[in-house]
């Protein structure tokens, strides 16, 4: 279901920032030719620390700061931290390393050394409200929330004017000053913007521009008792900081006109800042909205924000993913005006090709079936050598032991094979990954009749540069040398949800109703190659045959394995969604 208007060019730059062009970078090259701000391109990313950033920020992330380096600029990161409620230090120590981990090569060259934060803002903000407040152009108003939406009126029922509207510049700066001074209780006043009552843009009638909130601020503490709304901060935060080029989703785009009227009153340098809008990344299976994630956080339908099944940036980073996809996903996905669902197997497709390129290959059994080679020698330990990486010979090559008893995968083998399984069977050969060929001879069964161990031969010709070397068989399977392979937990993990879109359900059904009750799948008697003694985090490994894997950074440990699985081989859900119709 990807928008046709998004392009999704298979030959998209693997560099988002290199030679990109959209319509957001045309307008910034012709802003930048007339060199009308006399000084190099500014952008911004402002996220509220509410929350985890996700792959949707990443979007954002990637064209700010892609512009930004672009056009030899700088891109600020802010935290629009003006609505102390929900906000936490937490959040804004995930978003400065989400941030630094999605742009990982270029921070440096575009990523300005400081955090900006919106809260620092708030005597500055202050005085430009009494300045407004002093031309007469904004005023105390003391009705409350509700009587606001009610006299606010909607896109189609006029406003009607507050009964303060025409109050006077001394009585509102002395409101004004004793809201701040904690005079008056949560919500018995607001400052207004006098705009225009009658515009038919609701966001131009007299919008509220600071409320009194007694809530502690994670920076500011106790200091401020009332605060700026988004609209009044944004702005005046994006001149405060010289910022060009503003650059959010279409959702602002209604607020523009407030935007500029705002910078239009004040003595602001000039020219001001342009907000540009483009459409806001949706993406399928999953939702995206920091609310509907901190619910799942939340209620402990997921392991906490950094989950690996999490749309969040640090998800997909304890899941394996490399910044670089994430990346490469976002230039391929574009910079359009139109909202659309982009199907989220157009990311996986990003992910498995850089991880082809990148990824290491071992090998790994994640259900064992014990195999022994009864004609190979007890005792005997061979150290066969295997290639890291085929797509990047600098890889280089590893030792994998090879031994009489190895462990194999037990859907390799069926007693009873349908026709078209072509793996083991009693009887049948195939090859083992770097060593020879094959045969089961005998399934030897437990007491329940489960098959427990396999006895096969190996045609000693078969091996490497032996006599029989080509010989034709139908399946090469993975292996580990069972006294040699270390016991690892693997978890298999798989779409979120069952819908690709879960928040949009036609009969209204909660976006939980949808959850993937088999989104993790735990494996926890496996085996892998010894070479994964010290797998770290972020080091990416193709076990063969079965996906793309990293360890765990938070469980895996020297002695105790955790593994991953970032994404399969290829696309399942494509294949299941081909076979239903
Ligand atoms: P949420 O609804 O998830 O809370 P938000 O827009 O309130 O998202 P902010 O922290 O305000 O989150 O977002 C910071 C920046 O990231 C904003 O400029 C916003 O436009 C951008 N952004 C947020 N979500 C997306 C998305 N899905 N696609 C593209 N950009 C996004
Ligand atoms: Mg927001």
């Known amino acids: 279901m990807t928008n046709a208007n998004e392009p999704t060019a298979a030959g998209a730059p693997a560099d988002p ?9 045309d307008i910034v090259a012709a802003d930048a ?80 050394p400081q955090v900006y934060y919106a809260s620092d803002y708030f005597e500055k903000l202050y005085q430009y409200a009494i300045e407004l407040i002093r031309m007469g152009r904004a005023y105390v108003c003391d009705l409350t929330a509700e009587q606001l939406i009610e006299y606010r009126g909607a896109p189609d029922r006029p406003g009607k004017p507050s009964p303060y509207r025409d109050r006077g510049v001394e009585e509102n700066l002395n409101l004004f000053a004793r809201m701040r001074a904690g005079e008056f209780p949560d919500g018995a006043r607001t400052l207004r913007a006098k705009i225009d009552i009658g515009s038919p843009n609701i966001h131009m009638r007299d919008p509220a521009i600071y409320r009194i909130r007694r809530v502690d601020h994670h920076r500011t503490g106790s200091q ?113 005006k139109y909202e659309g669902l982009t199907d989220i197997a157009l990311l996986e497709h990003s992910i498995r090709e850089d991880l082809n390129r990148r990824a290491r290959r071992v090998m790994a059994v994640l259900r064992p079936l014990k195999m022994v080679l009864v004609n190979y020698p007890e005792g005997q330990v061979e150290e066969i050598e295997a290639v890291n990486n085929p797509e990047d010979p600098s890889a280089g090559t590893r030792r994998v032991p090879f031994s009489r008893e190895l ?136 076990f063969e045959r079965l996906g793309y894997f990293c360890a765990d950074s938070r469980d895996c440990q020297p002695g105790k394995l955790v593994f991953n699985r970032t994404v399969t081989l290829r696309d399942s859900w494509a294949k299941a969604a081909a076979k239903a119709m």
């Open 17 to 25: 920032h290199s030679g990109a062009t959209d319509f957001i970078r």
């Open 33 to 112: 030719q007339t060199g009308k701000w006399g000084r190099p391109i500014t952008t911004r990313f402002p996220p509220e620390p509410n929350g985890y950033l996700h792959i949707g920020h990443a979007k954002s992330i990637c064209l700010n700061f892609g512009i930004a380096r672009q056009f030899g600029g700088v891109c600020n990161l802010r935290m629009d931290d003006t609505n102390p409620a929900k906000e936490e230090v937490e959040y804004v120590e995930s978003i400065i390393q989400d941030v630094r981990w999605l742009i990982d090569g270029w921070a440096d060259s575009v990523l300005a």
């Open 224 to 336: 401020w008792t009332i605060y700026p709304m988004y609209d009044y901060a944004h702005c005046l935060s994006d001149s405060i900081e010289g910022i060009t080029h503003s650059i959010c989703t279409l959702e602002f785009e209604v607020h523009r006109p407030l935007y500029e009227w705002i910078l239009a009153q004040l003595q602001v340098p000039q020219p001001p800042p342009r907000q540009i809008e483009f459409a806001r990344l949706n993406l399928g299976y999953t939702v995206m909205s920091k609310r509907k994630l901190l619910q799942l956080v939340d209620e402990g339908l997921v392991g906490g924000w950094d989950d690996p099944r999490m749309p969040t940036v640090a998800g997909l980073r304890r899941r394996g993913v490399p910044p670089a996809a994430i990346r490469t996903f976002c230039a391929r996905i574009g910079v359009t």
């Open 407 to 542: 462990f194999i995968e037990r859907d390799d083998f069926m007693e009873h094979p349908p026709k078209d399984f072509y793996r083991l069977a009693p009887g049948r050969e195939v090859r083992l990954r770097y060593a020879g060929v094959i045969r089961c001879e005998e399934a030897v069964k437990n007491a329940a009749g489960e098959v427990v161990e396999l006895r096969c031969t190996m045609d000693p010709g078969s091996r490497a540069g032996g006599p029989t070397s080509h010989r034709k068989v139908k399946a090469t399977m993975h292996w580990v040398s069972a006294a040699h392979a270390l016991p690892a937990e693997v978890r298999l993990y798989d779409r979120l949800f069952t819908v690709p879109e879960p928040d949009a359900d036609p009969q209204g059904r909660d976006f939980k109703t949808f959850l993937n009750p088999h989104s993790l799948e735990l494996l926890t008697d496996c085996r892998v190659e010894p070479s994964l003694a010290g797998a770290s985090p972020e080091t990416y490994y193709q």
